[in-house]
């Protein structure tokens, strides 16, 4: 496995990788890595000849209140995981080489990053944009891998695929959960025991959602209600920043909740704020 | 010569182009082909074994009430300029084509696109870094060359391609010029006799202060006072929109006409509204 710092080596080792006529295979992390990370280095393996890994803590993604400077650091870890899962070759850039001198552009999609989780972060999936067209432009043509928990992230990417033409397929990979449903997460470790149990409310939340939306085609707002009034119990100590259904293209709220909606959700506890969401297709039976 | 209107077909050229071992030029232009736009050309032909003109004209550069709709549309002339000067490929898509359904991403650098002909143009850079990343994304690695007469946007261009990582390598070609001076564009035609004879006076008035700056380095007021006098008496039916000095990698304006600077200018003529400027050091004899 490679381990290289500068955006010349990423190009140099894809280059040749790319002549052996291998597909590229890129999963973008922030590293922290976790079983998350790992299914999406996997789905890479299954797909692609050659997989390249990135681990950077991008901090034009970070609000001027978040945890960028608490965001875990865990590069030995991460490398070893990277090691075990047969990656290629892993890009850790300095913010000097990813934002160098005068750096001014930003890729966004007003529209879409403004919804959902852009209400409390609104400056965060510009960040996102922007770093993803910068991997995309270095690794090259590829196909690139995000997880299902970061639904949002991932349908702004599908867009600014689509629209700025970057010669990408970009796959989305279920969401990997704990035993007790919780979505995989860098930041579940930042929770002590109390609100770590309590999370399992969100996917269990929406799990219940689901089922009311495939029986009974219930508005949006009955349906949110009850997620809310799911979690007003069993997660006493989460506040709920949102519970929203939207239309999974333009994250537009829904009123009925009919054909494919998402739900989708964050809940802030004591350490860490959460997101999860379930994909529901009122026509279908469903997993 | 192939002519392509998908983006399919412009991929399947150029890869095929690009497996022979060539570099490929790309020139962009919204066609109203004139002779910079030739220069540029052949320019692409001299460094590069593939050139490719694209022809657009782009919707998202241009604001409410500018000249969209009465851009000259010369496509047969325009495709024989490029034969004659021996493009390999014209990529001339609809808007459909570029901009599809649920379009919505935006690249742009608001420092830079807010100087200059933003202050009057405030959406116009955001359209040109737009564009001209879906044509960097679309062509691939590449030299891609602009006019120095658009210098702001070459700057951009610059920038966006430094900050996201584009593999493109750009080449700024010197301003192409009519005989009095007047830098060629495609909007000079729209010019009657009498304000385009008195166009040559922002040539005219450029050369001056930059004769004034390399020999008595005066201060930026003094030289856009004598430039703005010149224009008055050599141009009356010409009315300025700006007359700026600035550091040509930031575009801010600068107080004294020391080290390397730029002279930009617009004005206003019945018909068209001109640009033009002169990059100046005042350390050099100059040309």
Same mark, same amino acid.
């Given at each position: 496995?490679?381990?290289?710092?500068? =955006?010349?080596?990423?190009?140099?080792?894809?280059?040749?990788?790319a002549e052996a006529e291998n597909v590229i295979g890129?999963?973008?992390?922030?590293? @922290?890595?976790?079983?998350?990370?790992?299914? +999406?280095?996997?789905?890479? &393996? /299954?797909?692609? @000849?050659?997989?390249?890994v990135s681990i950077f803590v991008n901090p034009t993604q970070f609000g001027?209140?978040?945890?960028?400077?608490?965001?875990?650091?865990?590069?030995?870890?991460?490398?070893?995981?990277?090691?075990? &899962?047969?990656?290629?070759?892993?890009?850790?850039?300095?913010?000097?080489?990813?934002y160098g001198r005068?750096? %001014? *552009?930003?890729?966004? =999609?007003?529209?879409?990053?403004?919804?959902?989780c852009g209400r409390s972060r609104p400056t965060h999936f510009a960040g996102v944009c922007t770093v993803v067209a910068k991997l995309f432009n270095i690794v090259g043509p590829c196909k690139a891998f995000f997880g299902q928990k970061d639904f949002q992230q991932a349908v702004i990417i599908r867009r600014m695929?689509?629209?700025?033409?970057?010669?990408?397929?970009?796959? *989305?990979?279920?969401?990997?959960?704990?035993?007790?449903?919780?979505?995989?997460?860098? %930041?579940?470790?930042? +929770?002590?025991?109390?609100?770590? @149990?309590?999370?399992?409310?969100?996917n269990?939340? +929406?799990?219940?959602?689901?089922?009311r939306i495939r029986q009974s085609h219930p508005t949006a707002a009955e349906v949110i209600n009850a997620i809310r009034g799911h979690l007003a119990t069993a997660a006493p100590g989460g506040k709920v920043e949102y519970v929203q259904i939207v239309d999974?293209?333009?994250?537009?709220?829904?009123?009925?909740?009919?054909? /494919?909606?998402?739900?989708?959700?964050?809940?802030?506890?004591v350490g860490a704020r959460l997101i999860d969401n379930i994909l529901v297709d009122s026509r279908t039976a469903g997993p």
């Open positions: 496995m490679e381990i290289v710092g500068t =955006i010349e080596e990423v190009r140099k080792f894809v280059s040749r990788a890129l999963v973008p992390t922030m590293g @922290g890595l976790h079983g998350g990370h790992l299914s +999406l280095i996997d789905a890479a &393996h /299954e797909a692609c @000849g050659y997989v390249v001027p209140n978040e945890d960028m400077d608490r965001y875990p650091r865990t590069q030995e870890a991460d490398l070893d995981a990277c090691r075990a &899962h047969g990656v290629d070759l892993v890009f850790t850039p300095t913010v000097e080489v990813m005068g750096f %001014r *552009t930003v890729v966004n =999609i007003a529209e879409l990053a403004g919804a959902l695929v689509a629209d700025l033409n970057f010669p990408v397929d970009i796959v *989305t990979c279920p969401t990997v959960r704990e035993r007790d449903g919780l979505a995989a997460s860098t %930041r579940n470790q930042y +929770l002590s025991p109390e609100p770590r @149990g309590q999370a399992a409310a969100l269990a939340g +929406l799990r219940l959602a689901a089922e999974p293209l333009t994250l537009r709220d829904v009123e009925v909740t009919e054909g /494919e909606v998402l739900v989708a959700l964050a809940v802030k506890f």
